[in-house]
């Protein structure tokens, strides 16, 4: 499961969508021309999207975390496989040897297809948990770059901000590359969540009860 691919996909599209208007562009009538129209300035700015997804406290965390849960659940489909192959081998040595009667041979069989079927519902279960989480984190992510970009044009205006990825574009001036700023302020914002959590925490934990007198 290439997380990583999935994160630069989510933040990408998170960016790809914010074609974001300049807020101080003025109304005009409808009788003026399409040139009256168009905005007195365009101002566009490109974020290097890599960067952000190596750099984003954010992804750097939720990676680590989506990967070791991608892991487990590796280990925990391939043990329940070796052990059913295992068992399944046992079968077949013991059935040649004619160690079973007819009715304990069916009897293990049928048990060795019950595991079989057990083992294709935890793979499916542990698939849907994992998606589900991942999908979670995503729209999070999504919403976290949406959400920063949005307020930080409130104050930069630009007219545009467009994401840069390999060699997606053919120029872009250095002057118009606005990644570290982005990249600082969505730490900033994110390093700040933890802190509201575990103060909300601290407030909402009961008050330890006085010892009782002797």
């Known amino acids: 499961m290439n997380t990583k691919n999935i994160f630069r996909t989510m933040a990408l599209s998170a960016f790809a969508t914010l ?4 807020c101080n562009n003025k109304e005009v009538a409808q009788t003026e021309t399409p040139e009256q129209n168009a905005p007195e300035e365009l101002k566009i700015a490109f974020v290097e999207i890599d960067s952000v997804m190596t750099q984003y406290e954010f992804c750097k965390e939720h990676s680590l975390v989506l990967e070791k849960k991608a892991q487990n659940i590796q280990n925990t489909l391939a043990q329940k496989e070796r052990d059913l192959n295992a068992a399944a081998n046992n079968f077949q040595q013991k059935l040649q ?11 293990v069989q ?3 297809q019950k595991q079989g079927a057990d083992l ?6 542990l698939t849907n948990e994992y998606q589900s989480e ?3 984190y995503n729209n999070a992510l999504s919403d976290s770059i949406k959400n920063f970009v949005a307020r930080y044009n409130k104050d930069k205006k ?3 901000i467009i994401t840069k990825q390999g060699e997606n574009l053919l120029y872009a001036a250095p ?5 570290s700023e982005i990249v600082a302020g969505l730490n900033k914002a994110y390093k ?3 802190a509201k959590t575990a103060e909300k925490k601290a407030e909402e934990k009961p008050a330890a009860k006085a010892p009782a007198k002797k």
């Open 19 to 22: 074609a974001i208007t300049s």
């Open 97 to 107: 040897q004619n160690a079973y009667t007819r009715e304990q041979a069916e009897q």
């Open 110 to 112: 049928a048990g060795l």
């Open 120 to 125: 294709q519902s935890l793979n499916q279960r």
């Open 134 to 136: 991942l999908e979670k």
């Open 158 to 160: 630009y007219s545009l």
């Open 175 to 179: 002057a118009l590359d606005i990644t």
């Open 192 to 194: 700040k969540a933890p």
